[in-house]
């Protein structure tokens, strides 16, 4: 089967401990498009290059709650509010300031949510800080605090006419204070996943995984990952991925990976979507905008984008 790599994502995540006992973790994303397409509103081609390059800086305390958070942005695909109905990538930097207070816990993502997600912060900075939980929970689980990495690539394909596929590794490791276990450090989970669908339903189909971890015992392909065929990227995915899997540490690992998979899905889509005269994402013929509306401030629906988006296709507000 011949294929097009059409995007990739690379995600970063280092956690140290500081002088004093708390923890510092950076987390960097870094989108990647690999081919040229034309545009949606066919006002210009689409050219290969980076579109995200962001950042999020946060600080642990002793008592598992975060006390500094900064997010930067060096790449972003509208950076001029004059062009974009006076509203750009940039205005929402001041929402992650609102993490601080955040309490390291399992109510830690609906927190996250709640305040920096969708309309209300950036989908790209809200993804590195809901990926955040389970790298400082490693950090945090001795005695000690250590030094511990997670490294993400994941790559979107087109094939045919309307197939996509997303591949995955994601590798967690500990890292030494010099390069005595090489720039990698210890491995303390390997984990892959191969997933694809059509552009035309969004249907996740023919999942592959294999895992790797040894502290529970685990090493080879995973039969688990057959339960995310159907899957669909839509509003509530996330509640029925937890629904079809019955926990577990590969449970648990399968479903950090997918989370980090599921946003990609619309990236890596842009390019069969348009080649079919469409806006990207599941929603997008129903309601006559894009299926990532309301994903971050920039596609709030009823704002700039959104607007604009509806009057090239020809559909009024109501769709």
Known sequence: MQRRHV??????????????????LEAKLCDIRRVAFQGVLHDKVITPGIIHDVELDLRVD????LRDSSFKMYTVPFPDAERQGGTCCQDILGAFDGLVGVRVDERMNRNVMALVGGPRGCFHGQTLA???????????SG??????????????????????????????????????????GEVIVEADLSISFEVTDFVYKMPVATLRCPAAGIDGEVPLADRLEGLRMAPGVFADLRRRLP?????????????????????????????MGRPPGPDADNNGSLGQVDSCHMWAAGGALDLKVRAALGHGREG
């Open 7 to 24: 995007h990739s994502r690379v995600i970063d995540y280092e956690a140290r401990p500081l002088a004093g006992g708390d923890l510092a």
């Open 62 to 65: 002793q008592d598992r709650v």
């Open 130 to 140: 809901i990926g955040a939980l389970p790298v400082i929970n490693e950090a945090l």
């Open 143 to 184: 005695d000690q605090p250590r030094r511990v990495a997670r490294h993400l690539l994941i790559d979107g394909y087109n094939y045919g006419a309307t197939g996509v596929t997303l591949e995955a590794s994601m590798i967690d490791s500990e890292l030494p204070d010099d390069l005595s276990a090489g720039p990698m």
């Open 247 to 275: 926990g577990g540490r590969e449970s648990e690992l399968l479903t950090q990976l997918l989370s980090m998979m599921i946003p990609v899905t619309i990236q890596a889509s842009i390019a069969q979507r348009a080649r």
